[in-house]
C-alpha cells in the first residue's frame, strides 16, 4: 500500500491505496482556524502535526494493514501557507500564516512602487502578491523579537507544509520542499531551478532558513524511529494542485484539470517551456518524476463552490447544498438571469479586486430556481474565461478537461460546462485526485509502480459530459455574462 498525506487549508486527511490506485482507507480530521484581525489567517502548526499524524494511523488502521504493509508515504499540502520554527527544538516560532492571508498586501504593493514586478513575474511565473510565502517569511522576521538575528545565524528553518511535515515525520533529519512548492513562494527561480539571490534581496529573506529542494518524486527521507512500528519511506511530494494535475494524469502539454472546490484552480501541461502570460495567469512548476523541467499555466476562480454556500447560508433559498441541482433544474433555463460571484473581487483573467457580487436580468418572474440555476452556470462561465485566457496566452488548443472537487460531482453542472466550452467534459472514477497524485508520486518515487505508462493504463473514466447546446445559444449565453462582469466591476472603488 501507499499512505498519502492530504494536509489540506481546513482539515488534515490520510488516505490508503492499494496498487491498483484504488481507496483502501481514509481518515480525515479539522483543526482550528485563526482569524487575528480582518484579513488575517493563522493555523497552529502543531496542531496541523498532531491531526495529520493521528489520521496516518487512523487511515492505517481502518485499512486493515500494519505499518510495514506500507511502502512508501506522498506528501500534497495547502500551497503558500507559511512556517518558521526553531532548527534546536522544532517549535514554531508563530503561527503558519495562511496563503489567504493579506496582511502583506502593502509590502508587496511596495515592491510593485519600485518597478520589481516585471522582473519578479520573470523570475517566478508569479505577481508580487500577498497571496504567495516569501512576503510572509519577512513578515515573522520582523515581528517576532530576535526573529531575524537569529535567522541569520542559522538558528530558523522555513518551511511550507510539507517542509515542516517532513521536518517533524524525520525529526529534524530532512528539511527538504519539492520544486513545485518551492515555485510558490516568490524566492524560487523557476528557470534556473534554484533559490535566487536577487529575489531573496528584494523579499529581505535570508538564504539560511530556506530548505533543500528536491524533485517530487524520489526517496527523500525515512521516518523517525518510533512514529511508526516500523521506519518509512518518505517518497513523493506536491503542493495540492500540481498534485491533482499529476493524479488526473495530465503529464503532457495541453492536458488541463479543473478543480471545483471553494474557488476553483486550472492548471494546464505545457511541457518544458514556461508560459508567459499576457493575461496574468500564473506560470508554475508542474510534478517532474525525472530531471527534466516541466512546466503548468495556472488560473485561480475565488469563488467556486462557495456560491452555493452563499445561496444556503447567506440566502437561504436551500437548506443542503446538495438541495441546488434540483432547484436550478426546475426551470428551463435562467431566465436572463446572470449572478456574478465577485464577493472578493474577480480573479483571473479580470483581476479586478474592486469587483463585487452582482444578480442582473431579475424581472417580476424570475424565481429561485432561476437565481440557483445562475449562480451554478457562473462556475462554469469563469472556468469558461479562464480556459479561454489559457488557450489564448499559450497557443495549445486543448482537447478535453479533466475535473475533479466537490462541485463536479455535479451533473447539471459538468453539463453546462461542457456546453460553454464546447468540449468534452471527463470525470474520472476516483475524485481524490490530489491524493492520488501524492501516492504516484511517491510509489513511481520507490519503484512501487515501474512507470508512468502504468499509471496511465489505471485512470479510468467514471463520465464524459459532450457538448450538446447549439453554439449560437452558447455565444448568447457567453455574450450575457461578459455584460453582467463588466457591471460588477469598479463597485467598491
Known amino acids: 500500500m501507499i499512505l498519502a498525506l492530504d494536509q489540506g487549508t481546513t482539515s488534515s ?7 491498483d490506485g484504488a481507496i483502501r482507507a481514509v481518515a480525515q480530521r479539522e483543526f482550528t482556524q485563526i482569524y487575528p484581525k480582518p484579513g488575517w489567517v493563522e493555523h497552529d502548526p502543531e496542531e496541523i502535526w498532531s491531526t495529520q499524524l493521528a489520521v496516518a494511523h487512523e487511515a492505517i488502521s481502518k485499512a486493515g494493514v500494519q505499518t510495514r504493509d506500507i511502502a512508501a508515504i506522498g506528501i500534497t499540502n495547502q500551497r503558500e501557507t507559511t512556517v518558521v520554527w526553531e532548527r534546536a527544538t522544532g517549535k514554531p516560532i508563530h503561527n503558519a500564516i495562511v496563503w489567504q492571508d493579506r496582511r502583506t498586501a502593502a509590502a508587496c504593493a511596495a515592491l510593485k512602487a519600485r518597478g520589481l514586478e516585471a522582473a519578479i513575474t520573470a523570475r517566478t511565473g508569479l505577481l508580487a502578491d500577498a497571496y504567495f510565502s516569501g512576503s510572509k517569511i519577512a513578515w515573522i522576521l520582523d515581528h517576532v523579537p530576535g526573529a531575524r538575528t537569529r535567522a541569520a545565524a542559522g538558528e530558523l528553518a522555513f518551511g511550507t507544509i510539507d517542509s515542516w511535515l517532513i521536518w517533524k515525520l524525520t525529526n529534524g533529519a530532512a528539511h527538504v520542499t519539492d520544486i513545485t512548492n518551492a515555485s510558490r513562494t516568490l524566492l524560487f527561480n523557476i528557470i534556473t531551478g534554484s533559490w535566487d539571490d ?13 530548505p533543500q529542494v528536491c524533485a517530487s518524486s524520489g526517496i527523500l527521507a525515512e521516518t523517525a524511529p518510533g512514529l511508526f512500528d516500523t521506519r518509512i519511506p518518505i517518497a513523493g511530494i506536491a503542493g495540492d494542485q500540481q498534485a491533482a494535475l499529476f493524479g488526473q494524469r495530465c503529464t503532457q502539454p495541453g492536458m488541463a484539470k479543473n478543480t471545483y472546490g471553494t474557488g476553483c484552480f486550472m492548471l494546464m501541461h505545457t511541457g518544458g517551456k514556461v508560459i508567459h502570460s499576457p493575461s496574468r ?4 512548476a508542474a510534478c517532474a518524476t525525472d530531471k527534466a523541467k516541466q512546466y503548468a499555466l495556472e488560473g485561480s476562480v475565488f469563488i467556486g463552490g462557495a456560491v452555493v454556500q452563499w445561496l444556503r447560508d447567506g440566502l437561504g433559498i436551500i437548506r443542503e447544498s446538495s ?45 429561485a430556481g432561476n437565481i440557483a440555476r445562475a449562480a ?14 489559457m488557450v489564448t496566452d499559450s497557443g495549445i488548443a486543448l482537447s478535453e478537461l479533466r475535473v475533479d472537487g466537490g462541485a463536479a460531482k455535479n451533473d447539471a453542472l459538468m453539463q453546462f460546462q461542457a456546453d460553454v466550452l464546447d468540449l468534452c467534459v471527463v470525470r474520472p472514477q476516483i475524485q481524490e485526485t490530489t491524493a492520488l497524485g ?10 512501487y509502480w515501474k512507470s508512468s505508462e502504468q499509471l496511465d493504463a489505471q485512470w479510468q473514466v467514471e463520465r464524459t459530459f459532450e457538448p450538446q447546446m ?22 467598491a472603488e
Do not use: C
Open 13 to 19: 486527511r490520510a488516505i490508503v491505496f492499494d496498487s
Open 198 to 210: 536577487e529575489l531573496l534581496l528584494w523579499l529581505n529573506v535570508p538564504r539560511q532558513v530556506l
Open 281 to 284: 495567469l500564473l506560470g508554475t
Open 323 to 367: 438541495e441546488v441541482e434540483a432547484l436550478a433544474n426546475s426551470v428551463a433555463d435562467n431566465g436572463g438571469v446572470y449572478l456574478v460571484p465577485a464577493f472578493t473581487g474577480l480573479g483571473a483573467p479580470h483581476w479586478e479586486p474592486h469587483a463585487r457580487g452582482a444578480i442582473m436580468g431579475i424581472t417580476r418572474g424570475s424565481s
Open 376 to 389: 451554478l452556470e457562473s462556475i462554469a462561465y469563469q472556468t469558461a474565461d479562464v480556459l479561454q485566457a
Open 438 to 447: 501524492a501516492a504516484y508520486l511517491a510509489g513511481l518515487g520507490t519503484g
Open 470 to 491: 447549439d453554439r449560437d445559444q452558447a455565444a448568447k449565453l457567453l455574450a450575457g455574462w461578459h455584460k453582467a462582469v463588466e457591471r460588477s466591476k469598479g463597485w
